[in-house]
């Protein structure tokens, strides 16, 4: 009898932990934390299958299936400062272009937890895309990469912000590594490739540029891609 009297104590301790390891970016910890929980018929186990939709769809912040935003939806009506939900909410206005909503989302968030590392992440990406920021997007994405150093995006990222912060020598060695481990984005080749160009690796700095372009490459860069190539069409390598 005492172990089943100890059981929602032992959920709701376990709910409790993953709440805390969701935010100080111990996904796996949170993933299974929540999945004992789901696999116990009790109170709790609603709710932990509930949030472990949601953190499982931040995997795929632009892939995020419209029953997750109505459960999202449907739990911020009750629960309007439920992290995941908060979470999941922000990641839909970004990738439909509300970046001021999602902004202010993840700046509530930081405000009540300031080391929330999926929160420093997603910020640091938007701040690094506006020159007044960058300074601010450095900072968090220091702090986030503590927490989720293995983390591609966020490496991506900090790569990013060297770029726009003319530091190329740094910015070329962190998408050398990035681009041994993974293919970089069209955007990422270009930004590797001015960099490689930036340094004196003139030859390769083209090939990368040329690569982005066939890819797909967008504005405002195909066209800074174009005169690159063109400026840099009979200079010697370093």
Known sequence: GESVKKLPEQLEFLHDYASAAFVIGKIDQTKESLQ?????????????????????????????APSTLTS?????????????????????????????????IYEGLLERYADFALVQKQLSYIYSQDPEKITEAEELASKAHTALPKDIDLR???AEIRYRRKEFT???????????ENPLSTKHLFFFGMCQISIGYIE????????????????PYTSEAAEALISTAFKPNR
Request: hydrophobic share 40%.
């Open 170 to 180: 740094t910015a070329h060695q962190l998408f050398e590594r990035l681009v041994r």
């Open 156 to 158: 991506q990222t900090l």
């Open 204 to 219: 390769e700095g083209r090939e990368t540029l040329s690569q982005a372009l066939a890819g797909g490459l967008e504005e």
């Open 36 to 64: 004992r929980i789901a696999n116990n018929s009790s109170e709790y186990s609603g709710a932990a299958r509930s949030f472990l939709t949601m953190i499982s769809a931040l995997d795929n912040p632009t892939e995020i």
């Open 72 to 104: 999202a939806d449907k739990i911020l009506e009750n629960a309007p400062g439920n992290l995941a939900a908060l979470m999941v909410r922000a990641a839909d206005r970004l990738h439909k272009g509300n970046r001021n909503a999602a902004i202010a």
